[in-house]
């Protein structure tokens, strides 16, 4: 299983990216799929998480309104639309199967990818 995350670069605060997280060696729409990030000096957090039906979410408060996740199961990808970025989305992001729908937590996911930088200048 390998899940390999892009899109991540520099921008200025109200800026945009969009990562991506490929899969290879597992069906995504299989799982819920989901992004952590980590910042430096803190612990890893929950960013957003998307049911295998596609029809539940989470968001963290922190990034409520401001981005979304979505899937292109015939692509075996899933993405994370960052908009109105802030210096404190600055992080590692990471996508990650299976994640916790309900609660944003890491408890059960079994496999992650190698993280892409996102650095949101002020």
């Known amino acids: 299983v390998q899940l390999q995350a892009s899109g991540g670069g520099l921008v200025q605060t109200g800026g945009s990216l969009r990562l991506s997280c490929r899969a290879s060696?597992?069906?995504?729409?299989?799982?819920?799929v989901g992004w952590f990030r980590q910042a430096p000096g803190k612990e890893r957090e929950g960013v957003s998480c998307?049911?295998?039906?596609?029809?539940?979410?989470y968001y963290a408060d922190s990034v409520k309104g401001r981005f979304t996740i979505s899937r292109d199961n015939g692509e075996n990808m899933a993405f994370l639309q960052m908009n109105n970025l802030k210096p404190e989305d600055t992080a590692i992001y990471y996508c990650?199967?299976?994640?916790?729908?309900?609660?944003?937590?890491?408890?059960?996911?079994?496999?992650w990818g190698q993280g892409t930088l996102v650095t949101v200048s002020s």
């Open positions: 990650a199967i299976p994640c916790d729908h309900v609660r944003g937590t890491s408890y059960y996911t079994d496999h």
């Open positions: 998307l049911s295998s039906g596609n029809t539940r979410t």
């Open positions: 060696g597992v069906s995504l729409p299989s799982f819920a």
